[in-house]
């Protein structure tokens, strides 16, 4: 332990003197960025979601780590109450040739379809229970959408003897994600001419967040020729 606290230095030395094994593990957690960073192993990740610094006002760690040097925070990285991170998301798919305004644009005009729509489902409900059931948040049937569109498997080609199977296998669910937003929007594309993106987007989401539409359809298509081909699940491991 002495000798690490030598290479990182007198500050971080300091700290760890006063610190429990956890404060450790915060101070040698990496981000791993894109290019080699000119920041030294003793600095700390920034802490800049709201949950993670209350938890440390509960536990009394907040003035362990007080002195502690931080790096900067990525551009994405905020505690704004207005930023959510599957949003940014979902904006970056539907971002073209940098035009980020535009897409941010079409999202907003999307959930504000939506939260016409449920509204007027609302109004138009006759029982407390029928109101009940109707979520007026956007952001909330945007989350449900998604992990209804979510796929638990994939097929990966895999070639044996000269011939390609397509072979069932598991799936991370960074993947999962990636392909329940692209198919989301190519099933939005996939739309009259008259009928403008804001508008066939929300009624997409609304389909996916009640598990119908085309989205769901396919990923249900996906798990039964996952089904249909795990005979060949074997090649995976030969």
Known sequence: MS???????????????????NLWS????????PRPTSFPDYFQNPIFRKEDQA????????????????????SYETS?????????KLINHVMKMGNKKLARNLVEKSFENIKR????????????????????DPKDILYKAIENSKPLLQLLPIKRGGITYQVPGPITDKRSLFLAIKWLLEATNDKERTVHFPEQFAWEL???????????????DLHR??????????YRWQ
Not at 80 to 88: C, E, G, I, N
Not at 117 to 136: D, F, G, N, V
């Open 206 to 220: 609304l389909d996916a967040a009640n598990n119908t539409g085309k989205v769901v359809k396919r990923k249900q």
């Open 80 to 88: 704004s109450v207005y930023h959510d991170p599957l949003v940014s």
């Open 117 to 136: 729509i449920q509204i007027e489902r609302y109004h138009l409900a006759s029982t407390p229970e029928e109101k009940a059931k109707i979520i007026l």
């Open 26 to 33: 915060t101070l040698t957690q990496y981000r791993f960025y």
């Open 225 to 234: 020729q996952c089904e249909a081909n795990r005979a060949y699940a074997h």
């Open 55 to 74: 938890k440390l006002i509960e536990n009394n760690e907040l003035a362990r780590i007080a002195a502690v040097p931080v790096k900067p925070p990525a």
């Open 3 to 21: 000798n690490i606290a030598h290479k990182i230095g007198p500050l971080a030395k300091c700290v760890l003197q006063n610190s429990r094994l």
